[in-house]
């Protein structure tokens, strides 16, 4: 690239009175130029070295964060009727993966585990384990066993013994 600029200064000839032109021819790494002041023949040269620019910073990497719906320390664990179906069901319900926490629509409590999803009906009163398609509910009468779509116990549930 080059840029070529030309002037006139007149406003205090007893000083300083400079008629100049510039060239500048520039690269990747280095700005050279040339100037005229009235009255000279030899032109006199300027020259910059580009100074690299340091990198943006970069923003901090993302803190690893804990378990889903869990507060900054906290650790999943099964309490209450979650607590009281795993001592029923054991490996079947497998651990929980994230902590506790509500559906805002219903009030239900939910909590995902690595074999399937655990649920406190709240309208029900009624913990609540299935893996997709079977279930098991701890209800005024047990523990009961049933399979299918209902995510409440039906009136044909299975009692576990």
């Known amino acids: 690239m080059t840029i070529c600029a030309w002037g ?3 406003s205090d000839p007893g000083l300083y009175n400079a008629r100049f ?3 500048v021819n520039s690269s990747d790494t280095e700005l050279t130029g040339s100037w005229f002041s009235r009255g000279d023949d030899e032109p006199h ?3 910059f070295t580009r100074v690299a620019q340091a990198p943006a910073p970069q923003p901090p990497a993302p803190q690893p964060t804990g378990p889903a719906y869990c507060q900054p320390g906290q650790q999943p664990e099964f309490a209450f009727g979650f607590a009281q179906l795993k001592a029923r069901l054991g490996d079947v319900m497998g651990n929980p ?4 926490h ?3 629509d219903n009030g239900d409590s939910l909590m995902q585990t690595t074999t ?3 649920f406190y009906r709240k309208a029900t009163n009624t913990p609540t384990f299935t893996n997709g398609f079977e279930h098991w509910a701890l209800t005024a009468q047990g523990l009961v066993y049933w399979t299918g779509d209902s995510i409440d116990p039906p009136a044909s549930a ?3 013994p």
């Open 116 to 118: 399937g999803l655990s």
């Open 8 to 10: 006139e200064d007149n």
């Open 45 to 47: 040269s300027i020259s």
């Open 158 to 160: 299975t009692p576990v």
């Open 97 to 100: 993966i994230e902590c506790e």
């Open 21 to 23: 032109s510039l060239t």
């Open 102 to 104: 509500t559906n805002a």
